[in-house]
């Protein structure tokens, strides 16, 4: 796809943009002009290597990483998340509810899954693993309709709180 939009591209060579100029009068008013620059022509007089403009970010405004020490118990935590996901998942609670402790795409996710589930999901067990400080991966069984299902999630403490990264219904 990058080829085909590389090749349908004028570069502002090829076009020769005359300024128009319209008559309203005593003053006469240039119209705007449209000039199509390329990003490899801009000089910022800036080396790209040394300071890539799209890495800039500022270290005390990020999203600071919590130690596991001051967050609560994963395993509760997981239950309670799953269980409020899968309610969204069943159309019983708003999704809104969520925002605060999901990254975008699961949020997105749960958005986008509103509903789909019939009945009423019940969280059974939570499995729990914690591959690093801060970092807990955890797999919840729930019951649906006489039948156990499985969720596959991880939660990363950011920022005093777990924020959950992946929530994968199985």
Not at 25 to 53: K, M, Q, R, Y
Not at 133 to 159: N, Y
């Amino acid at each position: 796809m990058s080829t085909a939009l590389a090749h349908s591209v004028i570069s502002t060579r090829e076009l020769d943009f005359q300024p128009h100029h319209r008559d309203v009068g005593a003053t006469l008013f240039p119209t705007p002009t449209l000039e199509i620059v390329h990003h490899a022509e801009l000089d910022l007089g800036l080396e790209e290597s040394a300071f890539p403009l799209h890495l800039v970010s500022d270290p005390d405004f990020d999203p600071q990483p919590t130690p596991r020490a001051s967050l609560p118990h994963p395993r509760i935590w997981a239950g309670k998340y799953s269980q409020a996901a899968l309610e969204v998942l069943a159309g019983r609670r708003n999704v809104a509810q969520l925002v605060r402790w999901s990254n975008r795409p699961v949020y997105a996710h749960l958005d986008r899954r509103f509903g789909q589930l019939k009945g009423m999901p019940r969280v059974m067990k939570v499995h729990l693993c914690e591959p690093a400080d801060g970092i807990a991966e955890a797999s919840v069984l729930f019951a649906l309709d006489q039948r156990v299902r499985a969720v596959a999630m991880r939660l990363e403490g950011l920022d005093g709180r777990w924020l959950t990264t992946s929530f994968i219904v199985g």
